[in-house]
């Protein structure tokens, strides 16, 4: 007799209201199981449905999304027929989240021990003081440091990997029998994410718990799950066992995902318009205070950057490299003046030939370093002006900076929107009405705005989906090697380094630790924390 499935969704739809009154289908028909100790893997960018077939599994769809057709089944439950009470046994106890961000998941203003207690005291049949040692049990299960005190910090005071560890533990004190995790990697560094994804597998061994993890990385996915089911657009277009599917993907949107894997490029060579100095750094120095006295005078400092030394040659690519606090936006907002520098310089190098230094330069000669310098942010929603309409978020450095008349700027607008291959219809829409790899362009349309010689690329694939992080990549190089400009890139994500750079510089505790070549770094790298780094990006397991 076939073993029973722990969770089945049968014919899963969900729907919108549009403003026109017309009903928008999310999810179409989705049809999964999921057997008891099995972990699968929901695979598909944004916008394909994955997170709200979570969140339906509880009802707990946003307000303005509803199911219109289908079940879900849990042990024997139909859970769309429970109600609100009902549902609360459920929710955190024998089906427990945990979400991408915890720091919105985390009450800002309670102790992390009093959320696990919370948990506890609405699932377990626990007194104050059998709660009280489950709390430190919990803490010491995911590996945190010092768990008999931990319970008594705030969030804040807890680093990214220590607060996704913190929702771990909330998520396994109800005794769950599935785990829903929710991209709970996605916003980690590589080193952290590596330790989470193997807390999470050892956690499920010791507990056999079923798990069923929501991603968009496929490498990611592929590490932690047995079966994986990709959705597009609202569909199920692709199911089956990791072997299966990384060898033989059927549908053309997996095919799609596997090829968007970033991948080393063997036979890289720096662009024939890299020539001469363009930016050269001299033991760099950020501070910032750490603690002031009773008048606000800074008495104690905190190092960001410590010392560091960069060379960067016209139209080629440097990647800095490392960890969230190793110190790498401290220096990029330094070399733009929107940081505090306490020592050394850095000397740019203007295309009239003229040389000056991007930390002392005030006035006029600042502003014409900015025509030269510009910067892409990570978030393309929260760096564009959302009452803007694209023509005017693109013309904006052409207003501050160029005697344009209005018909040349409407043309420079255009010539930008083209170079980032988008149609000109797109001049009158706002950042809501464009995808987060059309806003991304934007973005970079404004950056290219004045022809800059440097672009500083700050984070600015790493909230894109995988299939949308290669195309930005790829046309980042193409304007690179049009338009001949250099790009300080600033990134945790190794994949996306040995894909576009030509020079890297590894920081950690705001020391440059380790530098050469693409190939000197990631086929001979000399320091531990390199090696360590290498050896934590994720990859696709090898399938016989």
């Known amino acids: 007799m076939a073993e029973q499935p722990l969770l089945e969704i049968r014919n899963l739809s969900l729907a919108c209201q549009q403003a026109d009154g017309t009903s928008l289908s999310l999810v179409h028909k ?36 509803r199911r219109t057709a289908g079940s879900v089944h849990f042990a024997g439950h139909e859970l769309q027929d429970l109600s609100e009470k009902q549902l609360r046994h459920f929710r955190g106890g024998r089906i427990a989240l945990v979400f991408q961000d915890p720091a919105t998941a985390l009450n800002p203003v309670l102790r992390v021990g009093y959320q696990i207690d919370e948990v506890l005291r609405l699932h377990r049949q626990l007194d104050k003081q059998q709660r009280k040692r ?6 010491k299960e995911v590996q945190l440091p010092e768990p008999e005190s931990m319970g008594r910090r705030y969030p804040h005071e807890m680093s990214g990997g220590q607060r996704q560890r913190i929702m771990i533990a909330m998520a396994l004190a109800g005794e769950p029998e599935l785990l829903v995790a929710d ?17 999470v597998a050892s956690i499920r061994e010791k507990r056999s718990l079923s798990m069923l993890w929501i991603s968009h990385d496929l490498a990611v996915v592929a590490q932690c799950c047995e079966k994986i089911a990709v959705l597009y657009r609202g569909d199920l277009v692709e199911q089956g066992s990791v072997e299966q599917v990384l060898r033989y993907p059927q549908h053309q949107h997996t095919r799609f995902l596997l090829d968007s894997i970033p991948k080393r490029q063997i036979f890289k060579t720096a ?28 008495i104690e400092w905190n190092t960001a950057v410590d010392r560091v030394d960069l060379d960067l040659c016209r139209g080629q690519t440097l990647a800095v490299v490392g ?3 190793s110190g790498k936006t401290s220096l990029a907002r330094a070399l733009l003046q929107l940081a505090p520098s306490h020592g050394g310089t850095a000397q740019f190098h203007l295309k009239c030939g003229a040389k000056a230094d991007l930390l002392t330069a005030k006035g006029a000669d600042l502003k014409a370093l900015r025509r030269e310098i510009s910067l892409i ?52 829409r706002k950042p809501a009405q464009l995808s987060g790899g059309q806003r991304q362009r934007v973005a970079i349309a404004r950056a290219l705005a004045l022809n800059p010689a440097l672009v500083i690329c700050d984070e600015a694939v790493s909230a894109l989906d995988l299939g949308v992080q290669a195309a930005i990549l790829e046309l980042l190089r193409e304007l690179q090697q049009q338009f001949g400009i250099a790009y300080l890139f600033i990134t945790h994500d190794l994949a996306v380094v040995e894909q576009i750079a030509d020079q890297i510089v590894v920081m950690k505790d705001g020391k440059m630790i380790e530098t050469g070549s693409v190939d000197e770094v990631f086929l001979s790298p000399t320091n531990p924390y390199t090696q360590r780094l290498l050896a934590a990006a994720p990859t696709l397991p090898s399938v016989p």
């Open 134 to 139: 489950e709390i430190v049990r919990l803490l």
């Open 30 to 65: 989705l049809n999964l199981q999921l057997l008891r100790g099995q972990s699968l893997g929901l695979l598909g960018e944004s916008g394909s449905g994955k997170s709200l077939t979570a969140l339906a599994l509880l009802g707990l769809l946003p307000p303005g999304i």
């Open 183 to 199: 991209e709970p990697t996605t916003a980690l560094d590589v080193t952290v994410q590596a330790e989470i994804l193997k807390l």
């Open 377 to 428: 942010f990570q978030d393309p929603y929260g760096s564009l002006n959302p009452l803007w309409r694209v023509e005017e978020i693109i013309a904006e450095p052409l207003q501050i900076h160029c005697a344009f008349n209005r018909d040349e700027r409407r043309q420079r607008v255009e010539e930008l929107l083209t170079s980032v291959q988008l149609p000109p219809e797109y001049l009158h």
């Open 323 to 325: 960890e969230s606090g």
């Open 271 to 298: 662009p024939e318009t890299a020539a001469g100095p363009l930016l050269q750094v001299r033991q760099l120095q950020v501070r910032y205070p750490k603690k002031r006295n009773l008048l606000g005078r800074p």
